[in-house]
């Protein structure tokens, strides 16, 4: 009899541990607002002792809409302590919920845990549920690119759409209500040089789902070689650029002059560049330029170079320039190139001082090397308005300025906004064909800012 009161009890002791033992599981729903045909939905559930069964339906007007279900391997008596994280996920929408109508919802995911007790826990998100597809449509126009250069497309999105724009191979370009015909839009595009030229441009719409409709657009693109060329660097030379750039060794520590600059050269400028793409979120939903773009200085280097870096015979490094540097003196102010808005003017690393100003619809130009900055974030410049002056900071191991353009945060070849008949021809006769066509005028080379002037000591080092 007591070897029997013994087992019972050591029974009940067991099964008191196991029961006091288990636990609870964190049911975490990754964020999802809306779900439409298909929406995956991914869940975290975090126990040690992991789960047993997890499952998930669609609640709507009273109603319970299966989604998922998936059971494992029960373990009351002999669970485990040390279970990772188990990850699901499931589609959520029309395909799976035959059922759901367009309207507010909520997701419900309910686990079991996978120890003695079996705790049930849920979690549970509310959702918007869209099913209207989206359309598109665009102009019948002939659109005509070069390739770094960039085009004006109108379309006509419809159905239930959140977002629409065109898209270039990677790269994404927001549209805009087209001036005096809010049903259609507009977006300003680049054809990026570093594309290949069997790309097809396409207008997009998507809805709040994900759902996306496209449409191609007559367009023809003129490829263009960029140049090649090699960039000597001496080790004078890479201590005056990494001196400029991160005196302090912040950026780039250690005591490797080229590691250091090939950090400066490559990590920092895409840095740098990325933080010029994201001003194009600063900008103003209407035209601020006036006219052609003004271009000052001698051209040093082009749009696009790719500079191979030498160092002692070798090459150490290639990277592309993505704008003009334009020569000039020290004493040179920096003008600005047409009206717009102030959204950067401070240090820019490889850029050293520099000046972004919006013009409108997500074109901006971009000031780079300057000595001095003379405006500051939020004034409203004209063409022609001395900005600062010219210098040598940032990467540039002589006095120049430094000058590009791009359009939704891609850079671009500014040439084509130095023309006043493709600004008419190929941007504004498409946002207002009211206005009035530019006089004809021979196409010559822009006049330099200055009259000739000695050559000695005007020599510019390009960034």
Known sequence: MKAIIGLV?????VLCALFFLSSHTAVTVAPVKVIGIATPVTVQCSNPHGVRSVSAWLEQNGARLPLFEENLPSRRFFFKRHEPVHSVTFEAGKNKAPTVKEGKARIVVETVSNDFRGNTDTASTDVMVVLAP???????????INQGGMELVTFTPGGSWSEAGVRVGKYTFRSFPLPGRPDERFAM????????PDVTPMVYARNMAGTEATARFWFKLFPKKFRAREFPVDDALMQKLVQSVDPNGTIAPGNDLL???????????????????DLRLKTEEKILWNGPFLHWGKEESNFA???????HGKQVDQQVHLGFDLSD??????????????????DLGIYGNCIVLDHGYALESIYGHLRQIDVKVGDMVRKGQKMGMEGQTGLAGGTHLHFSMQIDGVQINPREW????????RILSKLDPSAPKPAAVSHSEPAPRHKAKKAAGKKAHKK
């Open 189 to 196: 595009f680049a054809y990026p040089w570093d594309l290949p």
């Open 259 to 277: 590691a250091r600059f090939l950090k400066i050269n490559g990590d920092l400028r895409r840095q740098n560049n990325q933080q010029l793409a």
């Open 329 to 346: 003196t020290q004493t040179t102010p920096v003008n600005a190139a047409n009206d717009g808005r102030v959204v950067w003017a401070s």
């Open 418 to 425: 130095w023309d006043e008949h493709w600004i008419h021809d």
């Open 305 to 311: 170079d790719v500079r191979n870096y030498i160092s």
């Open 134 to 144: 989206p359309r598109v449509s665009a102009d019948g126009d002939q659109h005509y």
């Open 9 to 13: 009890v050591l029974i009940v002791v």
